[in-house]
C-alpha cells in the first residue's frame, strides 16, 4: 500500500479559505506581514506562550542532547507554546511555528498533544534564494524525510503566511527584490525561498 501524499493544492485552499474568512479587525485582507497569532487567539482561542524550558510542556517527550522542540499544540489547553530561545533568534522562525501549530490544529487531530522538533519545522535558514521554478502540485513528503502531518503543517503555515496572490503581487512590485519580499512578510530567506519556488 503507497504512502500517502502531501496535496498541496488543499492546503492551499485550506489557507486561502481561512484568510478570506477572518473578520477585517483581524486582517484587511492587504496588510503585511500576516497577523499568525493574532488569528491563533482571535480565531481559534489559541494561547500562543513562548517558554524558556520546551521540556517542562505537559507531556513533553524526553530530550536526546542536541534535540529541542521549536513548537508545540497543546489542544487541552487551547495553547500553542514557542521555543522562547529560537524566537529570540530568529524571529521570522517564531511566526513559522505558530502557523506549523495552527496548522496541525486544523489539519489533524485536536485532542492529543502535537510536539515538533526543530527539524520537523522549516528550517530558518539564511541561505540565498535559488531561482524559483513551479513544483508539481502533490509533493512526495517522502523526499523530504519528514512525517505527512509535518509536511502538511509547513506546507499550511507557508500558504498562510505568504499567501500565493500577495507573493506573486509582491514579487513583481519590488522587481523581485528577495531581501524586500523577506521584509514584507516576515519571512525567514530560506522560508521565502522555498515559497517562491511553489507559487512563481
Same mark, same amino acid.
Given at each position: 500500500?503507497?504512502?500517502?501524499?502531501?496535496?498541496?493544492?488543499?492546503?492551499?485552499?485550506?489557507?486561502?479559505?481561512?484568510?478570506?474568512?477572518?473578520?477585517?479587525?483581524?486582517?484587511?485582507?492587504?496588510?503585511?506581514?500576516?497577523?499568525?497569532?493574532?488569528?491563533?487567539?482571535?480565531?481559534?482561542?489559541?494561547?500562543?506562550?513562548?517558554? !524558556?524550558?520546551? #521540556?517542562? +510542556? *505537559?507531556?513533553? %517527550? @524526553?530530550?536526546?542532547?542536541?534535540?529541542?522542540?521549536?513548537? =508545540?499544540? &497543546? $489542544?487541552?489547553?487551547?495553547?500553542?507554546?514557542?521555543?522562547?530561545?529560537?524566537?529570540?533568534?530568529?524571529?521570522?522562525?517564531?511566526?513559522?511555528?505558530?502557523?506549523?501549530?495552527?496548522?496541525?490544529?486544523?489539519?489533524?487531530?485536536?485532542?492529543?498533544?502535537?510536539?515538533?522538533?526543530?527539524?520537523?519545522?522549516?528550517?530558518?535558514? !539564511?541561505?540565498? #534564494?535559488? +531561482? *524559483?521554478?513551479? %513544483? @508539481?502540485?502533490?509533493?512526495?513528503?517522502?523526499?523530504?524525510? =519528514?512525517? &505527512? $502531518?509535518?509536511?502538511?503543517?509547513?506546507?499550511?503555515?507557508?500558504?498562510?503566511?505568504?499567501?500565493?496572490?500577495?507573493?506573486?503581487?509582491?514579487?513583481?512590485?519590488?522587481?523581485?527584490?528577495?531581501?524586500?519580499?523577506?521584509?514584507?512578510?516576515?519571512?525567514?530567506?530560506?522560508?521565502?525561498?522555498?515559497?517562491?519556488?511553489?507559487?512563481?
Amino acid at each position: 500500500m503507497a504512502e500517502p501524499e502531501l496535496d498541496v493544492e488543499a492546503i492551499e485552499r485550506r489557507a486561502v479559505k481561512l484568510l478570506t474568512e477572518l473578520p477585517p479587525y483581524v486582517w484587511n485582507g492587504a496588510d503585511l506581514p500576516i497577523p499568525v497569532e493574532d488569528i491563533a487567539d482571535t480565531c481559534f482561542g489559541l494561547l500562543v506562550r513562548d517558554q !524558556d524550558d520546551m #521540556a517542562a +510542556a *505537559p507531556g513533553a %517527550p @524526553p530530550l536526546r542532547d542536541g534535540q529541542s522542540l521549536s513548537g =508545540l499544540l &497543546l $489542544p487541552s489547553r487551547q495553547e500553542i507554546w514557542v521555543n522562547a530561545e529560537e524566537a529570540r533568534r530568529w524571529p521570522p522562525r517564531r511566526r513559522f511555528t505558530i502557523g506549523h501549530e495552527l496548522g496541525h490544529f486544523l489539519l489533524h487531530s485536536r485532542d492529543n498533544a502535537v510536539m515538533c522538533r526543530h527539524a520537523s519545522i522549516d528550517p530558518a535558514d !539564511d541561505q540565498p #534564494a535559488p +531561482a *524559483p521554478a513551479s %513544483p @508539481p502540485a502533490v509533493v512526495d513528503h517522502r523526499k523530504a524525510k =519528514l512525517p &505527512l $502531518p509535518e509536511a502538511e503543517a509547513n506546507a499550511f503555515a507557508a500558504a498562510l503566511l505568504m499567501p500565493a496572490p500577495l507573493i506573486k503581487r509582491f514579487y513583481k512590485s519590488t522587481g523581485k527584490d528577495f531581501d524586500r519580499l523577506c521584509s514584507l512578510f516576515d519571512s525567514s530567506r530560506g522560508a521565502m525561498g522555498r515559497r517562491l519556488h511553489a507559487v512563481i
